[in-house]
């Protein structure tokens, strides 16, 4: 079973509305990446593993920033200095999310020398929720992922005023895209600090080419040369996937 039809599977017991994203960013210096993706494989990726054979969550990645190539959140996302990577779980609910976090604390120090200790240099930023809004799968596994970043004053009046409006009119727009294999939209839980993106559609394709095309054609107005991840109110990344763990049988 293909690792993203999982979302399909969830939808038989849990609403959509139900389901919860979480982020979490990180950046490696190129010299410690080898490293790094080894440990996360040997380490996380079985004990993500493990939680989604138990049901304790739906799907758990580990993605890489592909673009923008450039400066991203004052840091180098730059193949030849270092990268910006992402975990991304699926929780059935807020509930799963709580009681699956004590995992993340010793997920990466499981063995010795914990991934923490060891004389590599990553930098953690902390987690970000999002609650599912709507999705759609097709059958075939993402390669990688396009994040599309939006800001709204009135996180909540937006929804109600825009969600259906847009969930149509993207789920039209992907329908006529080749090379994708999903498309979700869903909405920052909280919400309270004015300067981050609070709305977020991702799309899933098969190779960088047609994800690279697709942004090609987004208009942004943002400066790639160097921009704030967690500022900018509208922008778009793309990301490649790692790791990631399959559908439990």
């Excluded at 914990?114 to 930023?125: G, Q």
């Excluded at 994800?211 to 793309?238: P, R, T």
């Amino acid at each position: 079973m293909k690792a993203y039809l999982i979302f399909i599977c969830s939808l038989l017991s849990y609403t959509i509305q139900a389901q919860i994203v979480s982020y979490r960013m990180l950046y490696v210096s190129t010299e410690d990446q080898m490293q790094f993706e080894e440990l996360a494989r040997e380490r996380v990726q079985v004990r993500a593993q493990n939680l989604v054979d138990n049901d304790s969550i739906i799907y758990w990645g580990l993605e890489k920033f592909r673009f923008p190539q450039g400066t991203i959140s004052s840091k180098p996302n730059l193949d030849n200095k270092g990268n910006w990577y992402q975990y991304v779980m699926v929780h059935k609910n807020q509930k799963s999310y709580a009681k699956v976090e004590s995992w993340w604390q010793t997920a990466l120090g499981d063995r010795e020398p914990p991934i923490r200790k060891l004389p590599i240099e990553i930098t953690y930023e902390e987690a970000k929720l999002w609650q599912i809004q709507a999705q759609i799968f097709e059958q075939q596994n993402a390669k990688f992922s396009w994040y599309h970043f939006r800001y709204s004053d009135d996180l909540q009046e937006f929804l109600d005023n825009q969600k259906s409006y847009i969930i149509n009119a993207e789920k039209q727009k992907v329908s006529w895209q080749e090379q994708t294999a999903g498309w979700v939209f869903s909405s920052l839980i909280d919400s309270s600090n004015w300067a981050e993106p609070n709305v977020l559609t991702w799309i899933g394709f098969l190779n960088f080419a047609q994800a690279l095309e697709y942004q090609k054609n987004v208009e942004l107005d943002v400066d790639y040369n160097e921009f704030d991840i967690f500022k900018e109110f509208a922008f778009s990344v793309i990301c490649e996937k790692i790791l990631e763990t399959v559908a439990s049988k």
